[in-house]
């Protein structure tokens, strides 16, 4: 099993591009959530899904929309970058069995906006 | 917004040491899970406690839940240089998602 997908890895943005960080999993997961880790911080919840067509704002939602019109995937656009959004994105998802389970999170995408 | 906060923020110990990491919160928790992140990579799950008061052993590894379920330990015995990473606790309140803590940061050196 793949897991969790993100891609890119990596990215560099001009501020005031837009761009879309990509997220796909292939364990039948209703749950999907996208976080930022700031450098010696924690997780952060930017939005989270709890089934295509379902999402809602997590505790750092501006500047960041989502979609989710499969139980697979779970983009996350940028339409403005700013520096403040220089910071690495982790994509997670999780059954409704998460409390025993955990979550499956993906190796990131690391974006920095110049 | 619940608060889960970790300490030490930072600890870096000799290899054979032991180590105790806190997760303290005023919020009660359904359960609780602990990560592990290394450098490069997402977090990856270790352990969920759910029962106030429960112990869990993973190797050298001993996680432990307050009677209360506000706050959880996780003691490592005998560090190697393979424990160096992110340990973060996550807090399930029965909602949708988990809370996170800020993390410890551990370094075992050689």
């Known amino acids: 099993n793949a897991g969790v997908t993100q891609t890119p890895k990596f990215r560099i943005l001009k501020i005031g591009q837009s761009m879309t960080l990509q997220c796909t999993q292939d364990?039948?997961?209703?749950?999907m959530y996208w976080y930022r880790q700031d450098p010696g911080m924690g997780l952060k919840l930017i939005y989270y899904s709890v089934g295509a067509g379902i999402t809602d704002k997590g505790e750092v939602p501006n500047g960041y929309n989502v979609s989710r019109s499969t139980t697979e995937d779970f983009p996350l656009r940028l339409e403005l970058a700013a520096p403040s959004q220089t910071s690495v994105y982790f994509c997670?998802?999780?059954?409704?069995?998460?409390?025993?389970?955990?979550?499956?999170f993906g190796s990131g995408t690391r974006l920095t906006v110049v | 917004t619940q608060l889960l906060e970790q300490s030490p923020q930072f600890l870096s110990i000799q290899e054979g040491e032991n180590l105790t990491v806190y997760c303290n919160s005023s919020?009660?928790?359904?359960?609780l899970q602990w990560y592990r992140q290394e450098p490069g990579e997402g977090p990856v799950l270790l352990v969920t406690v759910v029962t106030g008061g429960e112990v869990k052993k993973l190797k050298r590894l001993t996680f432990q839940f307050g009677d209360a379920r506000k706050d959880s330990s996780l003691h490592i015995t005998a560090a190697q240089p393979g424990d160096t990473g992110l340990y973060l606790c996550?807090?399930?309140?029965?909602?949708?998602?988990?809370?996170f803590g800020e993390g410890t940061q551990l370094t075992v050196n050689p």
């Open positions: 996550a807090g399930d309140t029965s909602g949708s998602r988990l809370t």
């Open positions: 997670a998802s999780s059954s409704r069995d998460r409390w025993k389970q955990g979550y499956t």
């Open positions: 364990m039948n997961h209703n749950y």
């Open positions: 919020s009660v928790f359904s359960s």
